[in-house]
């Protein structure tokens, strides 16, 4: 055997031995067929076949069927360097269980042959503790709306009582007219219409508090106005405030781009935001108590900030102590009185902002209030 032969050899070797050793799972497949023509332990082992029976296989035997389609999709995004790794994939056992993988694919020639390559990486049990933590924090979401939803009865009640007096004083008005003999039938349609309205009105503020109180687990993506938002989010406190002797400044930005997300979610973290700055107005002594609530663009910055959308609200409280600002964000904790907070919502509202790809700044002083920022990034569509 000549040297170059002999040298060949011992690379194939050293190869082999460590593809064998290696604990990611490996996969060598012929394009033209699609079949394997390499697996070593490790991926026998995650998908519970001896070497000779992956060896019979093809791409399609170790994906579910249903996944087959979104699993190619994701090595043809691969192959167009669209993305470094398929996240997620999975992966169909011999005993019918799936698993699943992260995967590099990619070409790679052995010898003579052109094949593909892909490396395994089990995440089954990290994909589990997400999924966990996923639902964690939906529970939690939940759990945190459904104590606001008591915040909000004084509210609706005023919202809804104001319809009914209206529809209240619209009827005693035909009834006095038909008692004294003054009713004028061509001012039925009229007074009807009225009626119509105020009952719409109704209609309107209770399928929104059925939205808002509906549980998610799955977050919705779509178009979102801020603005809309935010208003819809007054409907239910802006009575409250009143009632607490506390002044709203409302500036809304015009034509505000759009942004993606679950509009119920983020309406969660502003109420969650001005109910924090009432309770905190509630305590304080001051004459002229106010909230600002603001949306507007942020433009990009040279530190890399992109263009962003922007709702601040702001208080002139007493501010949050140096003792709780270490801890606002933090599960369960809580500066209100045992049994009138959860001590979730600004955990919860942070949360949120992550699953929106936004952020939370914020900003308070001792005796001259504090002010929440939630930036949003703006939508792709967005104008």
């Known amino acids: 055997m000549n040297q170059d032969k002999t040298e060949k050899r011992m690379e194939d070797v050293s190869f082999s031995v460590i593809l064998e050793n290696m604990s990611d799972g490996v996969l060598f497949a012929n394009p033209a067929t699609n079949k394997f023509e390499f697996a070593n332990q490790a991926i026998c082992r995650m998908l519970g076949y001896e070497e000779e029976e992956i060896n019979n296989l093809s791409v399609h035997d170790i994906h579910p069927k249903e996944d087959l389609d979104y699993v190619l999709s994701q090595f043809e995004a691969q192959a167009r360097k669209e993305i ?7 992966c169909l056992r011999k005993d019918g269980t799936v698993v699943y993988m992260d995967v590099n694919a990619g070409p790679i020639n052995i010898g003579d042959k052109a ?3 892909g490396l395994f990486r089990d995440v089954t049990e990290q ?3 997400r999924e966990k933590e996923k639902e964690l924090t939906a529970q939690l979401v939940q ?3 459904l104590a606001e939803l008591g915040e909000l009865i004084a509210g609706v009640a005023h919202e809804l009582n104001q319809p009914l007096n209206g529809i209240k004083i619209i009827s005693q008005s035909i009834l ?3 008692e004294r003999g003054q009713f004028e039938k061509e001012n039925l349609p009229a007074d009807l219409e009225d009626v119509v309205n ?3 009105k109704m209609s309107e503020i209770i399928d929104h508090m ?4 509906r549980r998610t687990d799955e977050m919705l993506y779509e178009k979102v106005d801020l603005n809309t938002v935010v208003t819809d989010m007054l409907r239910f406190l802006g009575q409250q405030l009143l009632d607490h002797n506390i002044r709203l400044v409302k500036e809304f930005s015009p034509q505000l781009p759009t942004i993606v997300g679950d509009p119920i979610r983020i309406e969660q973290v502003i109420m969650n935001l001005v109910t924090n700055a009432r309770n905190a107005l509630e305590i304080s002594d001051k004459a002229d108590k106010r909230i600002e609530i603001k949306t507007y663009r942020e433009r990009g910055t040279d530190s890399g900030r992109k263009d962003a959308v922007v709702v601040e609200v702001k208080d002139n409280g007493e501010g949050i102590s140096e003792m709780a600002q270490k801890k606002i964000f933090q599960p369960f904790f809580t500066t209100k009185p045992m049994g009138k907070g959860t001590g979730l919502g600004l955990s919860i509202s942070k949360k949120i902002m992550e699953e929106h790809n936004g952020v939370v700044e914020w900003e308070s002083k001792t005796g001259a209030g504090t002010a929440f920022k939630l930036i949003f990034p703006i939508a792709k569509f967005g104008q």
């Open 84 to 90: 470094d790794v398929a996240k997620d994939i999975p």
């Open 198 to 200: 105020q009952v719409n």
């Open 210 to 213: 059925r939205r808002y109180s």
């Open 143 to 145: 759990s945190s709306k």
């Open 127 to 129: 994909r589990r503790e």
């Open 176 to 178: 006095r007219d038909i």
């Open 115 to 117: 094949l593909l390559m």
